[in-house]
T-cell receptor, first 114, second 111 residues
């Protein structure tokens, strides 16, 4: 298995809803990432988990809450989002460690906040 | 941390011409340089990558060159076709760290 699987592919939520995005990989990668991408813009790094520990939080608002239950799973919990949070949310993984080249991206969850 | 600059932001070429997109990076420790293609409404697709121990890599009509001394790398597309039209992103990282992206180049190939 050489894929990163993200669910759901599309999500529409109201500003008072609570929802979660899920990401899964079975490549044995030990680093996992969440990115946010707006149309025609580059992916912006949100969070980095390394060996199941949060190592980087790029000043993301607390309405986004990441969770790494185990080395294969990464969740992003969403609460009280704003319309400007509508974007493509990408999960990625990499082997981790200094010798770990290569990134694998999932196909993303397209989130619309209404 | 790493900072990646990408130029040009838009590029228009005629079908059959070559296209070149250039990126510079700031962190001399970076050793992995991928290029992604993103078509409208789709996620990013890795099209080619290069590691710092190699100066050039080619895959059919696509090539990437790396100049570690100058800290820049370039994407070359030859014999462009309309289906090459997309947004292209360069990126850089040191293995084991987060990948940082350039701002993207919108390539338009007209027939």
């Amino acid at each position: 298995d050489t894929e990163v699987t993200q669910t759901p592919k599309h999500l529409v939520m109201g500003m008072t809803n609570k929802k979660s995005l899920k990401c899964e990989q079975h490549m044995g990668h030990r680093a996992m990432y969440w990115y946010k991408q707006k149309a025609k813009k580059p992916p912006e790094l949100m969070f980095v988990y390394s060996y199941e520990k949060l190592s980087i939080n790029e000043s993301v608002p607390s309405r986004f809450s990441p969770e790494c239950p185990n080395s294969s799973l990464l969740n992003l919990h969403l609460h009280a989002l704003q319309p400007e949070d509508s974007a493509l949310y990408l999960c990625a993984s990499s082997p981790g460690g200094r010798g770990g080249f290569g990134y694998t991206f999932g196909s993303g969850t397209r989130l619309t906040v209404v | 941390g790493e900072n990646v600059e990408q130029h040009p932001s838009t590029l228009s070429v005629q079908e059959g011409d070559s296209a070149v997109i250039k990126c510079t990076y700031s962190d001399s420790a970076s050793n992995y340089f991928p290029w992604y293609k993103q078509e409208l409404g789709k996620g990013s697709q890795l099209i080619i990558d290069i590691r710092s121990n190699v100066g050039e890599k080619k895959d059919q009509r696509i090539a990437v060159t790396l100049n570690k001394t100058a800290k820049h790398f370039s994407l070359h597309i030859t014999e462009t076709q309309p289906e090459d039209s997309a947004v292209y992103f360069c990126a850089a990282n040191q293995a084991g760290t987060a990948l940082i992206f350039g701002k993207g180049t919108t390539l338009s190939v007209s027939s």
